[in-house]
């Protein structure tokens, strides 16, 4: 069945490479997906938004006429946005179903689709009515064909460019000239994000200073990619020279948030949050503390979360699993999420001044930034200590093993290291605290199970080793190890590294 690219249908969207969506293939699965949504969900329309890849106008097309073809109306953005400005796009039309046509930070060569249910709910492999993507791929592999609607489905176009900004300065509490004294460089690295983030900085008052802006799917500058050296790299250079406060740097579609120090390190994800979770916080009245952390989150980072009165809970890694999660526990006291690859995630008002009209859980990335720029300029002393914090922390960036000959053996090696790893004495957890699978491994040494706002690691060495298969790539194992000491960082890497090696010269696996 590989003529029919199955494996474009991943755990938390679609993806794939163009060259394998051939026009009738493309047809097939925007047939597919409109029936889905027609059938299944019972969506009367459907929102409609797209990054600024080469491909995305035509796979875009291609969606509004199976969806308009079927009777269903369409809801369109044509112009490149951020996956966070179709989210509230979604936002403003609860009833509609949505599609976000991009492959996020993936090479200009990919594309993908991002699914919504109606209320914004995220749809998944196995995650929505009737399994969600599962689902579609079954209507995909059934060969439909089109039935064509009594009535064909409006196409509106829409655009809340405006409204996002607004909506984000306000909630954020950043009001107009507020930034005014600080200097800031965006990179966008040629993706979609450019408009609304400048144009809500520039309004902020900031003196804003604008990197590879212009929307362009040939992406010169490389992958689309924050944490990819070489695209990076002239970024990097500029903030050395450029005498900043600090910069931001997003991905193609704008929803992963790089937050740079002044001479271009990153400062982590998780560093950020931990510093603008108070802040965070008061937006729902000190109602919501319960935070949900990435499995690789550095201890420190939740130490330091915890102690600003944040209830700190592991969750495994996903997008819509996060989201989900988020949704589901929002009247329980949750209200936000941070992966460590840059992701931000938190339970939106539908409406600031009505709460009572509830929560959608998606990703702003501009609401975040305007939140973080707002703590560095009350507290940049909290942003200095987080930059000498980041340089104590020594890491072994989350690195690959690939199994594509011997795909089986991935439970092997995952047990392997986790055995090992108790052997040396790690505290291990598979679980999160509600009894679901964490989907990875985490080995703590020197560090509790779970960390609050009692939490002392000065005076201590503590490591973190992380693995997981990864959800979003083909027959790959992962591992990150974190310490504040680099003997020990290196030690359990080279720990894992000799289990690692025994599979790749026994011909299972490659590096």
């Known amino acids: 069945m590989e003529e029919l690219n199955l494996g474009m249908f991943k755990p938390y969207d679609i993806r794939t490479k163009m060259e394998k969506l051939e026009p009738e293939l493309l047809k097939r699965l925007s047939l597919s997906v409109a029936l889905y949504y027609k059938n299944i969900l019972e969506a009367p329309s459907v929102v409609i938004g797209r990054d600024a890849r080469l491909n995305a106008p035509g796979v875009t097309d291609s969606l509004v006429k199976a969806f308009r073809s079927l009777g269903v109306d369409v809801l369109l953005n044509p112009l490149p946005i951020s996956t966070c400005q179709f989210y509230y796009s979604c936002m403003q039309h609860r009833e509609s179903g949505g599609i976000m046509v991009t492959a996020s930070h993936n090479p200009g060569s990919y594309i993908g689709l991002k699914l919504m249910a109606q209320d914004v709910f995220p749809l998944a492999y196995e995650c929505g009515k009737e399994g969600g993507i599962k689902k579609i791929k079954e209507i995909y592999l059934s060969g439909p064909t089109l039935i064509e609607g009594e009535k064909k ?61 212009i929307p362009d799917g040939n992406f010169p500058k490389g992958d689309p990619n924050p944490i990819i050296e070489t695209s990076i790299a002239p970024t990097r250079k500029a903030m050395k020279e450029g005498e900043y406060d ?10 992963r948030l790089d937050l740079m120090y002044r001479d271009g390190t990153q400062i982590v994800p998780g560093l950020n949050m931990a510093l603008i979770a108070d802040s965070v916080m008061k937006i729902f009245n000190g109602e919501k503390k319960d935070f949900y952390a990435d499995v690789k989150a550095i201890p420190t980072s939740l130490a330091l979360m915890a102690k600003s009165g944040a209830k700190i809970h592991i969750i495994r890694n996903g997008h819509s699993f996060i989201k989900e999660k988020l949704r589901e526990n929002c009247d329980k006291g949750y209200f936000a999420s941070e992966e460590e690859s840059a992701h931000y995630y938190m339970n939106f008002p539908y409406d600031i001044k009505d709460r009572k009209k509830g929560y959608a859980s998606v990703e702003n990335t501009l609401f975040f930034a305007l939140m973080t720029a707002k703590c560095y300029k009350e507290k940049p002393e909290e942003y200095e200590k987080a930059y000498r914090i980041g340089q104590s922390i020594f890491r072994k960036r989350e690195w690959p093993l690939h199994f594509e000959n011997a795909p089986e053996k991935m439970e ?51 490591c973190q080793v992380a693995e997981r298969i990864s959800r979003s790539e083909d027959a790959m194992c992962r591992w990150e190890i974190v310490s504040n000491s680099k003997e020990e960082c290196e030690r359990l890497n080279g720990e894992v590294r000799k289990i690692t090696d025994k599979y790749v010269n026994a011909g299972y696996a490659r590096y």
């Open 246 to 255: 600090y910069g931001f740097c997003f991905d193609g579609d704008g929803d």
């Open 153 to 213: 489905g409006s196409l509106e176009v829409i655009n809340y460019l405006d409204d996002y900004i607004s909506y984000s300065m306000e909630l954020s509490g950043v009001k107009e000239g507020d930034l005014k004294g600080q200097k800031i460089l965006l990179e966008f690295l040629n993706g979609s994000a450019g408009s609304e983030v400048a144009l809500a900085f520039q309004k902020a008052g900031a003196e804003v200073d604008l990197m590879d802006v």
């Open 412 to 462: 092997d090696i995952m047990r392997d290291v986790e055995e090992r790893m108790k052997e040396l004495g790690a505290v291990v957890i598979k679980e999160m605290d509600d009894g679901d699978s964490l989907d990875a491994t985490l080995m703590r040494f020197n560090l509790p199970v779970s960390i609050d706002g009692e939490t002392n690691l000065e005076g201590k060495t503590w």
